[in-house]
């Protein structure tokens, strides 16, 4: 059965970006070093038409993910990159260049209205912008028989929870204290969890939890 | 060689503690189950003089963490259990009845200079008021050649790691979101893990980091 999962990197101390974030380090400082688990993976050089690179049981981790996920949801500041442009301009292209990695329809949740943006390498950048319900139900109708993954930021994982609709959660643990920047829980609600597997790798701990009833 | 160790369990949204602590409930709501995975352990229910309980991999992790530790150092706070009655009497007891589990010297962190304790089963209560590093120098003596445990709260993790004095994070991440309460790392210095170990149960996944050089 199709689940919606939030798939999400964060720190040992739970952030999903590190301080003082910027247009240039969208992640904070420190924040690339939560996604070094896939920038060493051969199948993502592959695909980034990069060579070299290992294959370990990250690998399988993501390219679980990546064959699961139909669809994707996103907060309007992670499409747009941490507080940049969008401030000023609420058209800028989000920062994900002209071939972003998630190849499946990937719903914006904004305020904005804008067209939908048809990206290279099967991206579509859709803005939905009557809340998180409304974008899950037009992800669900994309994904057909595959999952929706939630990708973040933070505020849009805290309505997902808030309004009980997370199925999942893929959590990938870096090996690294931030220190500070964009917590991954913030103002959540109280979530029983039932852990359904570990695999890990030196570069993350990859944790699955399904809602407990 | 002995290590200086912070052993601690912490929810998947990382509080080692729920909100709204009280007297009553020095873990603050929800606080209780980021432990169960020792509660139900048979090893714990023995040594606390009740029988039956389970024998898993939690089992092993405890009986090591046990047998590892030959003092402890915690904060002012988790020896009166949160904001109690050392509010208005710094004499007061701690919350940890008359035989606490630890069995072994605990050099408590405080600005309140009071008599050692002397509790049943071998635990001892000395109050170090001359900041983390004298507290760590008499429990390292106090250990000998065995461990030294950093066993919380916040504060005195906080001050650890600010002061570079932990070798090794034990994190036991029990299946749950807290949604609140108090965070185990809070304005601590970026630090880079290498992840040495995980071991996993239903109750809990525990995960062992060496602080990277």
């Known amino acids: 059965m199709a689940v919606t999962t939030l798939d999400i990197s964060m720190s040992l101390d739970s952030f999903i970006a590190g301080p003082n974030q910027t247009v240039e380090e969208p992640l904070g400082e420190g924040g690339l070093q939560l996604h070094e688990w896939i920038f060493g993976l051969a199948s993502w050089r592959e695909r980034h038409g990069q060579s070299g690179g290992v294959t370990n049981a990250d690998s399988e981790v993501l390219q679980e993910s990546v064959e699961a996920a139909g669809a994707v949801v996103m907060g309007r500041r992670m499409f747009s990159g941490g507080s940049g442009p ?3 301009d609420p058209n800028a292209d ?3 260049g002209d071939n972003p990695p998630f190849r499946v329809p990937v719903f914006v949740l904004t305020s904005h209205p804008r067209d939908t943006a048809v990206m290279e390498g099967g991206t579509t950048f859709t803005f939905v912008t009557d809340g998180c319900r409304a974008a899950l139900e ?10 929706v993954s939630i990708a973040g930021g933070a505020n849009a994982i805290q309505q997902f929870l808030e309004a009980g609709l997370i199925d999942e959660l893929q959590i990938h643990i870096a090996p ?4 500070g920047g964009v917590r991954l829980f913030e103002e959540v609600p109280p979530v029983e969890l039932r852990r359904t597997r570990v695999i890990d790798s030196p570069a993350a701990t ?3 939890f399904e809602i407990a009833d």
Do not use: F, M
């Open 94 to 96: 989000g920062w994900w």
């Open 176 to 179: 690294i204290l931030l220190g």
């Open 138 to 147: 037009q992800a669900r109708s994309a994904a057909g028989d595959k999952d």
């Open 206 to 208: 990859h944790l699955t």
């Open 86 to 88: 969008w401030e000023s």
